[in-house]
Structures are given as C-alpha cells and as structure tokens.
C-alpha cells in the first residue's frame, strides 16, 4: 500500500513539474513561441536560418525569365498556347520531379539552415486545375517527401499558402484576378479555412513541420481602399487560427501583416492567441535597424516573435549587411528564393538552348487567336527547349551561387 501510495506520488509531482515547467510531452517534440523566442525541443532559443522554395509549387514568371507571364495561370496559359494542353501537362508534372529532389534538401542542410519555407497553391489541395493536374491533386504527396526529408537531414518546414482562394493579395504573387478577393467572399473564407484544417489534420502529429503560414503577402499597397481592407485581416487571422487550433494544438501559426507583410497596425489585437508569431518581408532599402525599426517596436509591443520570411536579390554586401542586423534584433530569416534560372539563389540554372524562343513567345502579344497563331514558335524547337528545361533544373545540373550563400552567412564546401 505504502508503495502504491509513493508511486502516485511521484506521480503528481512529476505532473506537477511538467507543469511548471511548461515542458509537456507535445512541447518536447515541437518548436513553440516563448515571449520573443522560438523555442527549440531542446528547451533553447531556436533562431530561424534558411531558404524558400519558390517556384516549385507556384511557380513564378520572373524565376525562368519571363515578364509578361508573370503568375502560374499566366504561365500555363502562354505554355498551352504554344505547344498545346496535354504536353503543358506532362511538363509540369516533370518539372514537380525533377525542380525539388532530396539531392536539393541534402544540399540546403549542407549550408548551415535549419529552416526551409515551403510556399504553395491551395489548389494543390482541391479537384481544380494546376500543374498538370484536373484532379486527385498531389499537394500532400509532393509536401510529405519534402517533410521526409527535411526528417532525414534534420531541418524544419514552414508551410506558406502562397496563393490563397480568391487571392489575398491582388497581384501576380497570388495568382488571381488582380484584387484581394479572400476577404469578401464567405465561401472562399470557408474554402480558406476548411484546406489549412485539412493541413492541420494531415501534419497534427508532425515534428518537422515549425508552423503554418496563413497568408503570403496580403493585400498589396496599389488599391485606393486598402484601409477599408486590412480591417478584414485580423478576423480571418483568428478565425482561421481557432479552428486549426480545434484539430491541432502543437504547431505554431504565422500571422504575416497588410502591404507585402510590411505593415502590422492591422493586427493589433489587446490579445493573441497560444502559439502565434509574426512574418515580415524586406527587398531594398536600407540594410539597417532603423529600416525595420516598425517590425521590432511591434515584436517588442506584442511581445511574440518576428521572423523575415522573405528577402534577397540585392547585392552581397546589402544581403550580409542586413543578416547581421537580423541576428543582432533576434529575428530569423528565409531568403527568397532557394533556386532559379541563373543567379540571385542558392542555386541557379541556366536556360537551355532555344529558351529564348518560348521568351519571346511569352512576350509577344496574345490578346487574339489571330495574335497567337502570328507568335507561336517552331514546336519541335519550343518542346524541346522545355524538355531540356526539365534537365537544367535539376540539382545535378545547377550552379551553386558560391558568393551569394557566403554574404548570408552560411557555409559551402
């Protein structure tokens, strides 16, 4: 009895130390906000250092050369025009292979990161058309082997809904039809919701995965009634982060702020809740503490962590310059982006002989059928450029950028 009675003993104050100490079993196997801080399993400070993966899952015009065709709609579309749907198709369905392998996650652990941001399409999650695919989309097939790996080279994974339905943000970034629709539409506020529950549901019980990132870039600076919008941020923020939380009490959730993840005004709240940080994002400008002077004073306001999800293509001395204001403020970093065609990455490749002409193609005027037909290149030629594309984007066949990954401060070999 005597026996039976120290065990419960032990008991309780196990429980009771866990307690206090705030060290529960979950909290030992997940990142978790404490005031400022990231914190580690281990108990310490974990300070974000890595790269995005850009163009993978929503790919981007400027990152294979283009300009007009500047969203993955637009891509597609122009890929279709020009060598016809069923090879667009296969295309995309190669380029998933081949753009993001484990030769790339082994590569970025390499350098030092410990984090990787993974932006994606919500329709990778739905039965609407995207990268080759009309149905039975692939977003958690492709998601899982990137957690697989990120688990075997021992880096984390932020998960960033780039494109969100309805479109967040109003421009090309968002891949809409060029105003913030989300935060009008009930049913693709439900439609935003009921995928990141799904997500929830899917990585609940997922170490690798450091949080998930709502919301990329809402609501550029270009509309007139851009105030009137950011009012309808913070409710979707919460909304949203209410019923994750219902499914999955373990991850963080990235709040990112109004014009770029530039202004944070908007989500001033008198409380937020468990396990919640903010995302900000810099091109240009000054490489100074002055420069991000607003994301700290509203870190240090809330009390909650601030992370630099995006910056990059500048100069290497601007890059070094502001990762040592970064980590002088405790604010971790993803640089934009981990790879594309020739420089400004960690990684870049080169365009393949006759890339040129599906360039032009995407530059020339294809408002008519009439226009289309007069710009529409040789095919043997413009679908070979693209298969040889599949080759250049491999990281087999890539250049790492030796300068750039050194200004940031991490490692090559």
Known sequence: MRRFGLVILLGLFSMTWNAFCGNTAAEQRFLSVRGTDIIAPNGKPYHIKGTNLGNWLNPEGYMFGFSRAASPSEINRMFCQMVGPEFTANFWKKFKDNYITRDDIRFIASTGSNTIRLPFNYKLFTDEDYMGLTSAQDGFARIDSVVGWCREFGLHLIL??????????????????????????EGCQNQFCSIWKSIARHYADEPVVLGYELLNEPIATYFTDKEEINKHLLPLYQRATEEIRAIDANHIILWGGAQWNSAFAPLSADTYPANVMFTCHRYGGEATKAAIGDFIAFRDKTGLPMYMGELGHNTDKWMSDFVSVLDGNNIGWTFWPYKKIENSSFVGFGAPENWKLVKDFSEAPRGTFGEVRNARPDQALARKAMCDLLDSVCFRNCTIQTNYIKAIGLKTK
């Open 160 to 185: 960033d809904m780039h494109d969100a339905p309805g479109g967040q943000t109003g421009d090309n970034i968002d891949d809409s039809y060029g105003y913030p629709w989300l935060f009008f539409s």
